[in-house]
């Protein structure tokens, strides 16, 4: 139940926004890898107040452009791989703006494919059902926080989900306007926030987050690929995040279905035989 468990919150949590690297947190130029540098470089230098002015602006819009809904519908092929395993599953995700998550874990159980683990998140409170050993925990919310030691609300939850940026913040400590990406670094309570977008559209390309907090250093890379603009809503069908603790672990979210504003089909219910946890 427990590695049931680890995997859904995985998922939840950007797969690891809140795990730890051995290193201190790096200098705006070596904070992100050397092939990212080759793309963005960031200058040195602080930017003037009407330029850092005109980004905020920029940060603002990003915001309003988010993406906006009433429930949301989508099935993930999900890979991940670590120092000492490697997982892949298929995750039914079912969202009600503003009120609720419900999260399937599909995969090979004993070498057959079936559903393992339901969960279920409303803004205060967390239901994960194990279906293979017929169990179920009640949480407070707070429980994602405990397991992954960074102050998750429904909102994170919901933005990380959908593919809305995260952490944003208006303290913009440097940009660059480059060809065809503009990069932008803020510096929040949490996170040193590294964030490039598509210069032409304004698109999220990439986000990496360290910890503000030396003793801690987290840190976390997403990419954000293969937008897709069918239903007037610019939507990332992959997003490929790579985080460390001790060691390396790497994930990719592919998004093979999804669907916008239409009723959910899927109705959360815990057998009245399972053991509580």
């Known amino acids: ?65 988010s993406i906006d809904f009433k429930t949301f519908y989508s099935k993930i092929k999900v890979d991940y791989e670590s120092a000492n395993d490697s997982k892949n599953f298929t995750a039914y995700l079912y969202m009600k703006k503003d009120s609720s998550i419900i999260l399937r874990l599909v995969g090979s159980f004993l070498g057959i494919t079936k559903e393992g683990v339901a969960a279920k998140i409303t803004k205060d409170s967390v239901i994960v059902v194990d279906k293979i050993n017929k169990t179920v925990q009640y949480r407070k919310l707070t429980y994602l926080t405990e397991v992954t030691k960074i102050p998750f609300d429904f909102t994170t939850i919901q933005n990380i989900l959908i593919g809305n940026p995260i952490f944003l913040d208006s303290n913009v400590v440097s940009y660059r306007n480059a060809e065809d990406q503009i990069n932008i670094l803020m510096v929040g309570n949490l996170f040193k926030h590294l964030l490039s977008l598509d210069k032409s559209d304004y698109k999220v390309l990439h986000s990496k987050l360290d910890d503000i907090d030396d003793s801690k250093s987290r840190t976390c890379d997403i990419t954000y690929g293969k937008y897709e603009n069918t239903t007037g809503i610019n939507f990332s069908t992959l997003r490929k995040i790579s985080v460390a603790e001790k060691s390396k672990l790497d994930v990719s979210l592919d998004y093979k279905q999804y669907i916008f504003n239409e009723p959910l089909t899927y109705t959360f219910s815990v057998p009245k035989n399972y053991k509580k946890q």
């Open 1 to 65: 139940m427990k590695k049931n468990i680890l995997l859904l919150t995985i998922f939840i949590a950007v797969f690891g926004t809140a795990c730890r690297t051995t290193k201190k947190v790096q200098t705006i130029q070596t904070a992100i890898s050397k092939k990212d540098t080759v793309q963005t470089v960031i200058v040195k230098e602080t930017p003037k107040v009407d330029s850092v002015a005109i980004v905020r602006n920029l940060l603002k819009d990003l915001q309003a452009k």
